[in-house]
């Protein structure tokens, strides 16, 4: 488990200082993936350095299993850095070396023996099915295979928390699929908790437990995806669960945001609605879908014939949460996407250097 207890952190700069963390509290359990999002300067790689203790924060701490690792330094500090995997957006593997090496360098750097170092790298490959590329070379393989091969170099120690900062960025969908599968095998098998930092919130629906949003250094909001979702105030259950719905169609009185509650709803609730009360329903917009063992939905419908609060307690009812329809909810819910610019051998170099490989 992870706790973020009061996190600020600041830089000097020529212009004075910068405070880019303004006091974060997160708990991240144990074996739960949770997402980090936020638009682009809001704090989240600052956020994932101050986690694997990359940086030191400001003030505050970060407890890992009820140890204070911002605490630490020297030899202490990177003996409990193994505790933290980390994945770097550009997979950031040594493109002199073949996939086994890369794999193996942590494993080199702590001095494990030739034999065992063998059969750890032939396992972590196997896990992420690229046994048969072992001796390829990073720049004979597809983005989403370096992925694959960052992943298994993250896990070469044993860690217990897999942080991901934007690793399934750039990828295509089918790519990004087999990088989410592979985070979600690993949680459930190692029983890892991963920190999984995004800007899309389709990675964030198909694989997180709960998503914390930053905004301007805080966390505006935290929680399981359902209950976002099922929040119609929730501005993150809006991206979450973009909903682009038609205007109200002339004959209707009033147009309603539906959201499905984080429970039992009934599937057939606009037939119910309709022959229940007696209205005329007309289906605007929405989205409705599997997450786990619940349902994620949002609606937005139109309705003539009875008053508002009427048909709004009727589908309170029906495990339904309906408030008037909002104009920005559709509007603002486009997705964030950022383009990303490939790596330069600079940001190789220092990213190798952040996780302790050398050339
Ligand atoms: N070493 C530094 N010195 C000064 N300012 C910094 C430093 N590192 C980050 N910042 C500033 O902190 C803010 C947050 O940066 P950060 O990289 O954490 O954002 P982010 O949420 O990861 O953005 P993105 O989505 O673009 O990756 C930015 O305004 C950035 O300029
Ligand atoms: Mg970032």
């Keep these: 488990m992870i706790e973020i207890r009061n996190l600020h952190k600041s830089y000097s700069t020529g212009q004075g200082t910068v405070e880019v963390l303004k006091g974060i509290d997160l708990t991240i359990e144990q074996g739960a993936i949770t997402a980090v999002v936020g638009p682009s300067g809001a704090g989240k790689t600052t956020l994932s350095h101050c986690i694997s203790l990359l940086e030191k924060p400001t003030s505050g701490q970060v407890l890992v299993d009820g140890r204070n690792l911002s605490a630490l ?12 995997g980390t994945i770097f957006q550009h ?4 493109r002199r070396m073949t996939v086994a ?3 193996a360098l942590p494993l080199r750097n702590l001095g494990v023996v030739h034999r065992e170092m063998e059969d750890r790298v032939a396992e972590l490959l196997d896990r992420v099915g690229l046994l048969h590329k072992a001796n390829a070379y990073p720049g004979q393989l597809s983005g989403g ?6 992943i298994a170099r993250a896990l070469a120690l044993r860690p217990r928390i897999l942080l991901s900062d934007e690793s399934t960025s750039g ?26 930092i995004t800007h899309e919130m389709d990675v964030v629906r198909h694989v997180a437990d709960q998503v914390a949003v930053l905004a301007n250094g805080r966390v505006s909001e935290y929680g399981p995806i359902g209950a976002l979702v099922a929040d119609p105030q929730s501005g993150a259950g809006r991206q979450l669960l973009p909903v682009r719905a038609l205007p109200l169609p002339a004959g209707f009185d009033y147009a309603l945001s539906v959201s499905y509650r984080h429970g039992p709803v009934d599937p057939e609730w ?11 329903v007309a289906l605007l917009g929405g989205s409705v879908e599997a997450h786990g063992e619940a349902v994620l939905g949002r609606a937005e419908i139109g309705v003539a014939g009875r008053p508002e609060a009427e048909v709004r ?7 339904l949460v309906a408030d008037p329809r909002d104009p920005v909810s559709t509007a603002a819910a486009a997705s964030t996407r950022t383009a990303t610019a490939p790596p330069s051998e600079g940001a190789e170099r220092e990213a190798n250097e952040k996780i302790g490989v050398r050339a």
């Design 73 to 84: 330094s020297g030899q202490a500090l990177r003996s409990e850095r193994r505790a933290i």
């Design 91 to 94: 997979s950031a593997l040594l």
């Design 101 to 103: 090496e890369n794999v």
């Design 145 to 150: 295979q370096k992925q694959r091969v960052g």
């Design 171 to 196: 990828l295509d969908p089918e790519s990004t699929q087999q990088i989410l599968d592979l985070l979600d095998d690993v949680r459930t098998e190692l029983g890892l908790s991963v920190i999984l």
């Design 270 to 280: 606009l037939t119910r609605l309709s022959t229940g009360l007696g209205v005329r």
């Design 313 to 319: 307690s009727y589908l309170e009812q029906l495990g």
